[in-house]
């Protein structure tokens, strides 16, 4: 007898379950996972995918229905990420990169007022110390850097930099990360860019899930009256998710991230729906029409418009506002996301207990390491962080455990990075360190030195540079292997 379509398809689906449980136990969050670990041999990554049967059989369904380009498991998606955070919109991409991009872009738009369009030669307050793609999009489209320092404990800016930064009918944003999961002095960054009417884009790519406390009349002065959704209220602060405060923000999902699509981003509008139309006309080939792939006509004149120098009538679908690009996802992708969407809150648990059990268990090596802090902390103990006077609190959803070998250490960041690397235990310097003295900025200034702008001396970065590196909190990681990277540094540094 034959089987209809939907049969088949359930069946291959129950064997894709099957095969996934065979296959990815390896994979399987660190709780779940019954993979024999054996120190020396096998491999601790600093992070990487986390998944079961639920994000393969997404995939394969989504790949038999065939619609492929984005669709309705990314509109799906799109809307989930969007309520989870409680944004009023979020727009997939095809990476935390191109996210970054479509922020920036979205503001050229000649449809915003004169005075807050950013155009070739204004300037974009950044932090010298990550990753280069927060900063290139700002000289991708013609505006000028200006890096200011980063705090090496707590790897984000030094918000005292700021005014001196800005210049007066130059400066039209800030654009920072948060750094390692570790949420920037929201409460400064926000106060400056309200003062000055600047616009602020949270690169929050490494910080799904972290949130900040503003106390109720600081976050009220700001305009802020709510907490993110499922977020508990206090009745003293205002609790939201990092992302949520600026005007953009942007989200990676490439695979160390803190849910996965293989490759994938997002852009989020925070609260003014506008720029929404923007993003998507910049993401979708910089077209005028906003109907979805697939429908036509929403608007009910697609052959009623005139702009440009066009003829008036001509099909709505093929007029151009904006020189854009085409940076969308697949849909079996976002099939993928909305599974491990679920899991987010077991995975911001997990790294939060991964990071814990790294600090406490290196804690005897304060002699030879500098720890980081979250921002407002003053110090960390058994009991938990020590806060500073401001009332401001940050919750850390962690990229990564940061440690800095002292300069009076018997070794190096690059010694101890090389160990570790010979037992197999991944580790990462931060990123591309002061990106400054990295080639490609080097021959920027060489070739045009107007490019860019420096405030001070950078002194953060470069220690960062030269001292830090980091070790993985991913959902992932056993207790085996936490144990075996704590015995290996500990036993690396009686060695020395």
């Avoid at 709780?31 to 994000?55: K, L, M, S």
């Avoid at 059989?57 to 309705?72: I, K, N, Y």
């Avoid at 405060?245 to 925070?270: C, K, R």
């Avoid at 003014?272 to 006509?297: H, N, Q, V």
Wanted: charged content about 20%.
């Amino acid at each position: 007898m034959n089987n209809t379509p939907q049969e088949l398809k359930t069946e291959i689906l129950r064997l894709t379950r099957e095969y996934s449980a065979l296959m990815h136990g390896a994979n399987r969050p660190g709780i779940d996972n019954t993979t024999p670990f054996i120190p020396g041999q096998t491999t601790v990554p600093y992070a990487a995918r986390v998944f079961n049967a639920d994000e393969v059989e997404a995939a394969v369904g989504a790949t038999l229905d065939f619609w492929l380009t984005l669709g309705p498991e990314g509109a799906a998606f799109e809307q989930e990420l969007a309520a989870l955070l409680g944004v009023k919109h979020s727009l997939l991409v095809n990476s935390g990169s191109s996210a970054n991009l479509l922020a920036l872009a979205t503001l050229t738009t000649h449809k915003l007022p004169a005075g807050r369009r950013l155009v070739p030669g204004d300037e974009v307050i950044t932090v010298a110390a990550g990753f280069p793609t927060t900063v290139a999009p700002i000289v991708q489209i013609g505006a000028v850097p200006v890096f200011i320092d980063n705090d090496p404990v707590t790897g984000n800016l030094q918000v005292d930099q700021l005014e001196q930064a800005f210049s007066t009918g130059k400066t039209k944003a800030v654009m920072i990360a948060h750094t390692l999961g570790n949420p920037f002095d929201l409460g400064a960054v926000l106060e400056f860019c309200q003062r000055h009417d600047l616009w602020l884009i949270e690169d929050n790519c490494d910080a799904l899930g972290c949130t900040y406390s503003l106390p109720l009349a600081r976050a009220k002065a700001l305009g802020f009256t709510e907490n993110s959704p499922g977020l508990p209220v206090d009745g003293t602060h205002i609790t939201r998710f990092t992302g949520t405060w600026g005007d953009l923000s942007t989200q990676s999902f490439y695979p160390p991230h803190h849910l996965t699509m293989g490759e994938g981003g997002a852009v989020n509008i925070i609260s003014r729906p506008p720029l929404k139309t923007y993003a998507e006309s910049f993401r979708d080939w910089g077209r005028d029409c906003w109907c979805p792939s697939g429908k036509d006509d929403t608007c009910g004149k697609r052959f009623q418009w005139q702009l440009g120098e066009l003829p008036k009538g001509y099909d709505h679908k093929y007029i151009y506002s904006h020189l854009g690009y085409n940076l969308k996802p697949l849909d079996p992708q976002a099939a993928i996301g909305r599974q491990q969407l679920k899991k987010l809150p077991s995975f911001i648990e997990a790294r939060k207990c991964n990071w814990e059990t790294l600090r406490a268990g290196l804690a005897d090596l304060a002699d030879v390491f500098d720890f980081s802090l979250p921002t407002h902390a003053t110090g960390w103990g058994p009991a938990g962080f020590a806060w500073d006077s401001s009332g401001c609190r940050t919750d850390c959803s962690w990229f990564g455990f940061m440690i800095r070998v002292k300069s009076t250490a018997p070794f190096t960041h690059t010694d101890l990075a090389h160990h570790l690397d010979a037992k197999k235990i991944g580790n990462r310097m931060l990123f591309g360190g002061n990106l400054l003295r990295q080639p490609a900025f080097v021959q920027l200034r060489k070739d045009r030195p107007q490019a860019l702008r420096v405030v001070g001396e950078m002194t953060g970065a470069d220690e960062l540079m030269q001292r830090a590196l980091f070790l993985g909190t991913y959902p992932g990681l056993t207790e085996s292997m936490l144990a075996y990277e704590m015995d290996v540094i500990k036993a690396f540094v009686r060695r020395c």
